[in-house]
Each structure stands twice: as C-alpha cells, then as structure tokens.
Nanobody, 115 residues
Framework: QVQLAESGGGLVQPGGSLRLSCAAS????????MSWYRQAPGKQRDVVAF???????SYADSVKGRFTISRDNAKNTVYLQMNSLWPEDTGVYYC?????????WGQGTQVTVSS
C-alpha cells in the first residue's frame, strides 16, 4: 500500500525558507517520478515541481529559481527546498507521483507565508 507522509511546513515570513520532506513507502521509490503539488486557498491543486528517476527536474514558472526538488533513494524521501517565499506560496503542499495517483494523496503539510 502506497503511503506518502509530508512534513516540514509552518509559518514563515516573506523572504524566508522552508524545507519540506515526503517519506514514501509501499512501492519501489527509486523507480517512480515524484512530484510536489500545492493547493492554495480556494484554488485547484497544481504541480510545483517534479523529479525523474534519473534526477532530472522541472518546475512551475512561479517557483523557478526559488524552489529546489531533490530525492534520496536510500531514504525513500523526496524534498522541496523553498527559498525567498512569497505570500502567494501559501497553501497545502502534497507529494505524489507524476502524474498523480488519485489513491496516493497524503494529508499534506501547511505552508503559510505571512508577516
């Protein structure tokens, strides 16, 4: 059974940084493309970044140059380093496959960027 557990969210001031983690289990992590998604208040859930099996990355235009996705296959964990955070980055962040699996959404982790 696929399990994805996000952590690392919190309240941060504009310009601050956070590092999100997603611990994965129940599947062969190293063979799957992994992604981070964000759901802002009142909006649909959108992809923020994804990382391929080989380590290639892709980012939404809104986070390019500020966010970095990475993975540690030995720890079955995918990370999202978020720098220079803006209020518009506020939302619940989820990890999942890319494209996402409907049955694999976790609880997400709340990120609030506010002064």
């Amino acid at each position: 059974q696929v399990q994805l557990a996000e952590s690392g969210g919190g309240l941060v001031q504009p310009g601050g940084s956070l590092r999100l983690s997603c611990a994965a289990s129940g599947f062969t992590f190293s063979s799957r493309v992994m992604s981070w998604y964000r759901q802002a208040p009142g909006k649909q859930r959108d992809v923020v970044a994804f990382i391929t099996v080989g380590g290639g990355t892709s980012y939404a235009d809104s986070v390019k140059g500020r966010f970095t996705i990475s993975r540690d296959n030995a720890k079955n964990t995918v990370y999202l380093q978020m720098n220079s955070l803006w209020p518009e980055d506020t939302g619940v962040y989820y990890c999942n496959f890319y494209p996402p699996s409907y049955n694999s959404w976790g609880q997400g982790t709340q990120v609030t960027v506010s002064s």
